[in-house]
């Protein structure tokens, strides 16, 4: 089978919609809500056919297209910049220390500060990859490619990127975590929170959330327990991320405590290491190593898996089955990284 990574259309609605129905609830970015995912693609269209060369408040949605059978088996979105229209809130993780002389005692306190620490950087979000494919390094495919696709773009991305984790969620939907602190604020549960923010944002949050520190020794067990702990569907996603370069500095998500990752863009594994190549020739059968490759501009990206041999002068001899999953020819410029 043949797989590439391209920009989603209006017509692939239906698909994500479907693949939106089997998160399972607490997946912010891809909510089971036909009015929001077609507004979150008429957005990545108005993104797609932008000129601008500046970062903005920027989405991109993407879809892992099976060539063969014309069906869409996975998702991505990137975000050119958080915290544009709203502010991008988080709680941090800190540590106040204080000492009593009188009792000779030293006590260290855990507290959650809501912050908007993370406005002005790019994101990564969104990615679900089909149950039935989650084999032969599609998930691996689909979540690089949005490194491709920055680094090909790069100026319409920041200096710092992150990536929020899916947190704990219990059998029943529901968020040990929003049930302990936000949920007590709002008068709704957890889902109908998530569904809102999908659908709206969370200025919600601001209006209506206590701006004052929250002792953690405050929260019952069952919250203190998930807070940094991705939802276990997620501890594959959270170690992708790792070997990329995102480290968890103690961010977490203000509605299921979820750990929030971040970076450095150019130091993000994948776009420090890819290299930009010519195609010299391309060759129906050929026997060198399989690359993770991406080309094209915005509308016509695509990013796929194929055959290339690589030349010491920055040309390369690629496979016609990569050139035509990318939609490229003989003088044309790819991106190319070892898997």
Same mark, same amino acid.
């Given at each position: 089978?043949?797989?590439?990574?391209?920009?989603?259309?209006?017509?692939?609605?239906?698909?994500?919609?479907?693949?939106?129905?089997?998160?399972?609830?607490?997946?912010?970015?891809?909510?089971?809500?036909?009015?929001?995912?077609?507004?979150?693609?008429?957005?990545?269209?108005?993104?797609?056919?932008?000129?601008?060369?500046?970062?903005?408040?920027?989405?991109?949605?993407?879809?892992?297209?099976?060539?063969?059978?014309?069906?869409?088996?996975?998702?991505?979105?990137?975000?050119?910049?958080?915290?544009?229209?709203?502010?991008?809130?988080?709680?941090?993780?800190?540590?106040?220390?204080?000492?009593?002389?009188?009792?000779?005692?030293?006590?260290?306190?855990?507290?959650?500060?809501?912050?908007?620490?993370? !406005?002005?950087?790019?994101?990564?979000?969104?990615?679900?990859?089909?149950?039935?494919?989650?084999?032969?390094?599609?998930?691996?495919?689909?979540?690089?490619?949005?490194?491709?696709?920055?680094?090909?773009?790069?100026?319409?991305?920041?200096?710092?990127?992150?990536?929020?984790?899916?947190?704990?969620?219990?059998?029943?939907?529901?968020?040990?975590?929003?049930?302990?602190?936000?949920?007590?604020?709002?008068?709704?549960?957890?889902?109908?929170?998530?569904?809102?923010?999908?659908?709206?944002?969370?200025?919600?949050?601001?209006?209506?959330?206590?701006?004052?520190?929250?002792?953690?020794?405050?929260?019952?067990?069952?919250?203190?327990?998930?807070?940094?702990?991705?939802?276990?569907?997620?501890?594959?996603?959270?170690?992708?991320?790792?070997?990329?370069?995102?480290?968890?500095?103690?961010?977490?998500?203000?509605? !299921?405590?979820?750990?929030?990752?971040?970076?450095?863009? !150019?130091?993000?594994?994948?776009?420090?290491?890819?290299?930009?190549?010519?195609?010299?020739?391309?060759?129906?059968?050929?026997?060198?190593?399989?690359?993770?490759?991406?080309?094209?501009?915005?509308?016509?990206?695509?990013?796929?898996?194929?055959?290339?041999?690589?030349?010491?002068?920055?040309?390369?001899?690629?496979?016609?089955?990569?050139?035509?999953?990318?939609?490229?020819?003989?003088?044309?410029?790819?991106?190319?990284?070892?898997?």
């Amino acid at each position: 089978m043949s797989f590439r990574v391209r920009p989603a259309r209006m017509d692939d609605l239906q698909a994500i919609y479907e693949m939106a129905k089997l998160t399972g609830g607490g997946f912010t970015n891809l909510p089971p809500e036909r009015k929001a995912l077609q507004a979150k693609l008429e957005r990545s269209q108005a993104a797609l056919s932008s000129s601008s060369d500046a970062q903005s408040d920027d989405l991109f949605v993407m879809v892992l297209e099976n060539v063969d059978t014309g069906q869409i088996r996975g998702t991505c979105q990137i975000f050119g910049q958080v915290g544009v229209e709203w502010p991008f809130y988080s709680y941090r993780i800190s540590t106040l220390t204080q000492t009593s002389k009188a009792l000779g005692k030293t006590f260290r306190a855990e507290m959650l500060t809501l912050v908007t620490d993370f !406005d002005g950087c790019s994101e990564v979000g969104g990615l679900f990859l089909h149950p039935g494919e989650r084999a032969g390094g599609l998930g691996l495919l689909i979540a690089r490619s949005r490194y491709l696709f920055i680094k090909t773009h790069r100026h319409r991305f920041g200096s710092r990127i992150l990536a929020e984790l899916r947190g704990v969620i219990d059998e029943a939907g529901g968020s040990p975590f929003w049930d302990a602190v936000a949920g007590r604020f709002f008068g709704m549960s957890f889902q109908e929170a998530d569904e809102f923010n999908g659908a709206h944002g969370n200025q919600f949050i601001a209006d209506l959330m206590p701006k004052t520190p929250i002792y953690t020794a405050m929260l019952p067990e069952s919250a203190r327990t998930v807070m940094g702990v991705p939802h276990p569907s997620g501890r594959a996603a959270m170690k992708m991320l790792e070997r990329e370069g995102f480290k968890f500095d103690g961010y977490i998500d203000i509605f !299921d405590g979820g750990p929030t990752m971040s970076a450095e863009v !150019d130091n993000v594994r994948t776009i420090r290491e890819s290299n930009e190549y010519v195609v010299a020739e391309i060759a129906d059968d050929i026997d060198e190593e399989r690359m993770l490759l991406a080309a094209g501009g915005l509308g016509d990206f695509a990013a796929c898996y194929g055959e290339v041999g690589l030349h010491v002068d920055g040309s390369a001899m690629l496979s016609a089955a990569a050139a035509e999953l990318l939609g490229i020819g003989v003088g044309d410029r790819f991106v190319a990284m070892g898997r």
